[in-house]
Structures are given as C-alpha cells and as structure tokens.
C-alpha cells in the first residue's frame, strides 16, 4: 500500500518540487496550499491526468482549526498519514528594530506554530501505526543567524529544536524526526534580490551556485526511503556554511 505524504505549502516553490517528485514515485499526496489556488489546481490537474494521485487541500497551516480540517480530509482520503512534511513558510526582512509585534506573531505561527500544530495532529495517528516520518524544512539561519531576519532566524532554530526534542520523545514510537536546512535556493522566496546580489552570493558558495527546489526534494525523497536517520538537521547549501 502507497505510502500517505502531506507536504504544507505544497503550491509553489520547495513544496511543489517535493509534491511532483513524490508523486511520480508513487506516494499518495496531500498538497496543501492556502493563497495559491490556481498553482495547487494545476499540480493536481497535471499529475491525475498522469495517473498520479494528488489531493489538494486549502488550508492556513498558522491557524488551529484549519490544521485539524487538513489533517481529518487526509485520513478520510488515505486512511493514515506516512509522511508529514511541515515546509510551508513566509520570510520577511526588516531591521530588528523595525520589527512590529504584529510581524513577530506572524512570523511565529506561520513558520513555527503551524509546526507545532501540524505535528500534534498527525503524531496521534502515527503513534497508533508505531511509524511515521516528519521532516521539518529549517533554514540555514537557524544555524548561523541572519542580519535583518531575526524573528525567521529565530522561528527556524525552533523548528530545529523542536525536530531534535520530538525525536527523542518520538524514536521509541518509531517516528523519525529529521530538519532539513536549505542555503538559498531558487524561489519566490529570493525573487526580491537583484541578480547582482544573487552573483555576489554565489562567490560565497564554495559550489559557486545557489540551489534549486529539485536538491531539496531529492533529500526528502532520501529521508523518506531510510530507515536509521532522525534528529538531524540535514544542511543543503553548496557547503555555504560549513
Ligand atoms: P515560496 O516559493 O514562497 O513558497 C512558500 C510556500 O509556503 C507556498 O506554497 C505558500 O502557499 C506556503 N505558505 C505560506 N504561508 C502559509 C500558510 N499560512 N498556510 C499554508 N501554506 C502557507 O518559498 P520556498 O522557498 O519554496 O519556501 C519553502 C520553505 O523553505 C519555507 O519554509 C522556507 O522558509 C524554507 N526555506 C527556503 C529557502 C529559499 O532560499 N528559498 C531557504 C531556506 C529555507 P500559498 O502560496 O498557497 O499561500
């Protein structure tokens, strides 16, 4: 039987990548969009007419009880859940002193709440199958700090404690717990840098190249077939930090 995959924010980006791969090697998906409807439609409509199997599903992953709709359409679909990939996430860049309480709330649910939220759902259910697999997309700013994205710096180092802590609590359940921490990679996300500032990072990558969504994905393809990895926070970067 066909393992169940959710992947949050799975319309764009990182997460449409993780979506296509995956449901090309035959995993049932749960796509989960909230702004990017037209994008989510289009997968879907592209991979069912290819005899894949992707569900879509709209869903604020920053609020509660949008968690829980998402999570009951999935075991209503499915049956049980595999595979949770929490990868849904906003960045923002603004001095520090110019962050607003209300930027540093957003931060937090959108980029750390929606975890913690998405993994208490789902863990009941894995719990009950005594396996399951989140992987938690982190930053590489979690683990060196960022200049004018310190509440994202600080959303994604709780993302990290957070996959370290529930791997402990979870590996007797044999529910593995793993982070990947991406350097920059190829999105919306960075479509606000000039091209001069792309190069100028580029001669800080020791592989001379920023990333693109496929690298990732590969990964949690990876993560998804091993057996013996969890804890860890899994650096993709072109060696940027070492
Ligand atoms: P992106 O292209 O901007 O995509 C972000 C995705 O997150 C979209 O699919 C968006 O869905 C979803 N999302 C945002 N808020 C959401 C919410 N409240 N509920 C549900 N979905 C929500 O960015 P990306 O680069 O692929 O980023 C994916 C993940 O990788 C993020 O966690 C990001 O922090 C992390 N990351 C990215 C980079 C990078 O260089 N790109 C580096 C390190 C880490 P809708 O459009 O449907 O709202």
């Not at 993994?119 to 982190?138: A, D, R, T």
């Given at each position: 039987?066909?393992?169940?995959?959710i992947?949050?924010?799975?319309?764009?980006?990182i997460g449409?990548a993780?979506?296509?791969?995956?449901?090309?090697?035959?995993?049932?998906?749960?796509?989960n969009y909230?702004?990017?409807?037209?994008e989510?439609?289009k997968?879907?409509?592209e991979?069912t007419e290819?005899?894949y199997i992707?569900?879509i599903f709209k869903?604020?992953?920053s609020?509660?009880?949008e968690?829980k709709?998402?999570v009951d359409?999935?075991?209503?679909k499915f049956?049980?859940?595999?595979?949770?990939?929490n990868?849904?996430?906003?960045?923002?860049?603004k001095l520090f002193?110019?962050?607003?309480?209300?930027?540093?709330?957003?931060?937090?649910n959108?980029n750390?709440?929606s975890v913690?939220?998405?993994?208490?759902?789902?863990?009941?259910?894995m719990i009950?199958q005594?396996?399951?697999?989140?992987?938690?997309?982190?930053?590489?700013?979690?683990?060196?700090?960022?200049s004018?994205?310190?509440?994202?710096?600080?959303a994604?180092?709780g993302?990290?404690?957070?996959?370290?802590s529930?791997?402990?609590?979870l590996?007797?359940?044999?529910i593995?717990?793993?982070s990947?921490?991406?350097?920059?990679?190829?999105t919306d996300?960075?479509?606000?840098l000039?091209?001069?500032?792309?190069k100028?990072?580029?001669e800080e990558i020791?592989l001379?190249k920023?990333g693109k969504t496929?690298?990732?994905?590969?990964?949690?393809?990876?993560?998804?077939?091993d057996e013996?990895?969890t804890?860890?926070?899994?650096?993709?970067n072109g060696?940027?930090n070492?």
């Amino acid at each position: 039987m066909s393992k169940t995959v959710i992947v949050t924010g799975g319309s764009k980006g990182i997460g449409s990548a993780i979506v296509k791969l995956l449901a090309e090697e035959r995993y049932n998906i749960v796509l989960n969009y909230n702004k990017s409807e037209s994008e989510a439609k289009k997968i879907q409509k592209e991979f069912t007419e290819k005899g894949y199997i992707v569900e879509i599903f709209k869903a604020d992953v920053s609020k509660r009880e949008e968690v829980k709709k998402l999570v009951d359409f999935a075991i209503e679909k499915f049956k049980k859940i595999d595979v949770l990939i929490n990868n849904a996430g906003i960045t923002q860049t603004k001095l520090f002193t110019d962050i607003t309480e209300k930027d540093w709330n957003t931060m937090m649910n959108v980029n750390l709440n929606s975890v913690f939220y998405m993994s208490q759902e789902v863990i009941s259910y894995m719990i009950k199958q005594k396996e399951g697999l989140i992987i938690n997309i982190s930053s590489i700013w979690a683990l060196t700090g960022s200049s004018c994205e310190v509440h994202y710096s600080v959303a994604k180092a709780g993302v990290d404690a957070m996959t370290k802590s529930l791997a402990k609590e979870l590996g007797p359940s044999n529910i593995r717990v793993n982070s990947i921490a991406p350097g920059i990679i190829d999105t919306d996300m960075n479509k606000h840098l000039s091209e001069k500032e792309i190069k100028n990072i580029e001669e800080e990558i020791p592989l001379e190249k920023i990333g693109k969504t496929y690298d990732i994905a590969k990964c949690v393809k990876w993560l998804i077939e091993d057996e013996y990895t969890t804890g860890q926070i899994i650096s993709i970067n072109g060696g940027w930090n070492i």
